[in-house]
């Protein structure tokens, strides 16, 4: 780490405040250009704290940049993650305060759901499959506490990797279902079509996306545990949604899941 305690605790209080009062600030990499990679965790892990503290409880991990675009434009060559907390997931079918968010997108994901904990490191594909027992259609709700989504790296990462919730639809076991690599999924926005993709746009395969979040999470001393979810990464574009929308997202074999905002 290069950045000092109470340089940490002022990004982390910052993004608190941004989230508190939906007013989002520039970049912290900016502000302080020291932030690398295991700062920008730690902010994470301290702001986590902080929603524990306050009677949060954690639900499982989201994965981020798993899309070989978003890693170009951003300069990187491998994912991150962040936490997702009960207080984050929400029913298919809400109806959400678009105003409780900064400048919140959509990101259709298939969302895990383990049987059996995963302790990397060496964990694998099939480990990942071996260990779930449900799958769903999922939307991750994305937001940036960073003004205009002005991110880089370690932007993203100390901001909870821009997670902000998680609708899921109904679970269908993991041995009901196609090859998750083969699942299409047609994002819709107000009943148009916005987007196209499938499970192959995620690491080449979604479980590929929570073998490294599993082995990730070794080198910090945790692991993946039974009843937790994981989201491994959008298979589409992130659209930007607002009041008054809605949005559907149709995976072939796994079904549909929708959230609207006013």
Request: aromatic letters at 6%; proline letters at 6%.
């Amino acid at each position: 780490m290069t950045l000092s305690d109470r340089q940490r605790e002022e990004a982390g209080l910052l993004l608190r405040e941004a989230e508190h009062h939906v007013a989002p600030i520039g970049p912290l990499s900016a502000l302080l250009p020291g932030l690398d990679l295991a700062d920008a965790y730690a902010v994470q892990r301290d702001n986590i704290g902080w929603r524990l503290a306050d009677g949060a409880s954690v639900v499982g991990h989201k994965v981020g940049l798993t899309a070989a675009a978003m890693q170009e434009l951003l300069g990187v060559d491998e994912p991150d993650f962040g936490h997702l907390l009960d207080d984050m997931v929400h029913r298919d079918g809400s109806t959400l305060l678009a105003g409780h968010y900064c400048q919140p997108r959509v990101e259709p994901e298939i969302c895990f759901l383990f049987a059996r904990p995963l302790h990397g490191p060496g964990v694998t594909v099939e480990d990942v499959l071996d260990a779930t027992e449900a799958v769903a259609p999922a939307l991750e709700i994305v937001d940036s506490r960073i003004r205009d989504w002005d991110i880089t790296l370690v932007d993203t990462v100390a901001d909870n990797a821009s997670s902000a919730g998680l609708v899921h639809g109904a679970w269908t076991p993991v041995n009901e279902v196609p090859d998750l690599a083969a699942v299409t999924v047609d994002l819709f926005v107000d009943g148009e079509r916005v987007a196209s993709g499938s499970g192959k746009e995620v690491l080449g395969h979604p479980a590929a996306a929570v073998a490294w979040l599993a082995n990730t999470l070794a080198s910090f001393g945790t692991f993946l545990e039974p009843g937790h979810v994981a989201l491994p990464g959008a298979m589409t574009t992130a659209p930007f949604v607002h009041a008054g929308q809605k949005t559907e997202a149709r995976f072939s074999g796994l079904g549909p899941v929708s959230v609207a905002f006013v």
